[in-house]
Structures are given as C-alpha cells and as structure tokens.
C-alpha cells in the first residue's frame, strides 16, 4: 500500500479588478477498489464559500465563486491518497467484446467523431495494426 499527497496549485492574475468569478475545479481524487482519497482539501486565496456535487461521469467537483473586486485568485487542491496493488483482472476481453453493439452503445458520446476529434483513416490504420498485433 502506498500513501501520497498530492497537491496542485493553479493562480490567475488579471490586468484590471474583476468584481465576478464563478468557477468549478476537478481536482479530487477517485475511490474505487484500488484507491482510497483519505483527505481532500481545496482552497482559494480570497477566500470562498464552496460547494459540492458529483457530476455525470463520477467526478466529485467543487464550485465556488467570488463577487468582491480582486486582480488575482488563487486555487490549491491538496489531497491524501491510499492506493493499493492492483489485482489480477477478474475476466479478459476480446477485441470482439469492444466491438459489440452494447459497448457502442454505452460509449457512443466518447467513439463518435467530432470537429475537435474528426474521423481518420490513417488513425484507423495504426489501430487496426495495434489491435492484430494484440489478438
């Protein structure tokens, strides 16, 4: 078992007073079976009052926001985190298994191609030569 701390510290600085920040940070670590977030903290320089939700992936997020004029704004997230060894996986999947309609269906907003992450052929390639290299 490993136990670390891990820290991330982001500041903006603007040019003239801003009297308005609303802001949502993604910097909490996950729980699952192979890690454990046994301490997570963030804070901001001025201070704000925050709150929490996990959105649609899973991802716990703390929004705050400022309504008091100020040039700069700092965010630190700190956390402490427990991971263990992963195991030996519970079942192999086959190159078929990604491929089955449930799958598509289930990543259908991740797998389609966008004007940010256009369909390519030459991408496609190199992935088919991976995947056969892999069977």
Same mark, same amino acid.
């Given at each position: 078992m490993w136990r670390m701390r891990v820290v991330h510290a982001t500041g903006y !600085?603007? &040019?003239?007073?801003? $009297?308005a920040s609303f802001n949502e940070a @993604?910097? $909490?670590? @996950?729980s699952d079976s192979r890690?454990? %977030?046994i301490l997570n903290r963030v804070e901001t320089i001025p201070a704000t009052r925050q709150y929490r939700y996990v959105d649609y992936? =899973?991802? /716990? %997020?703390?929004t705050f926001d400022l309504h008091a004029p100020h040039t700069e704004l700092e965010? $630190? !997230? +700190? +956390? %402490?985190?427990? $991971?263990? &060894?992963? =195991?030996a996986?519970? +079942?192999?999947v086959t190159w078929a298994d990604l491929g089955s309609a449930a799958v598509i269906d289930r990543f259908d907003e991740l797998l389609t191609p966008t004007r940010y992450t256009p /369909? +390519?052929? @030459?991408?496609? @390639?190199?992935g088919k030569r991976i995947a &056969?290299?892999?069977e």
């Open positions: !600085a603007y &040019k003239s007073p801003v $009297t @993604r910097l $909490t670590p @996950r890690q454990n %977030v992936w =899973g991802t /716990a %997020v703390t965010v $630190t !997230a +700190s +956390s %402490v985190v427990e $991971t263990e &060894k992963p =195991g996986p519970v +079942s192999t /369909a +390519s052929k @030459r991408i496609e @390639r190199v &056969k290299y892999h």
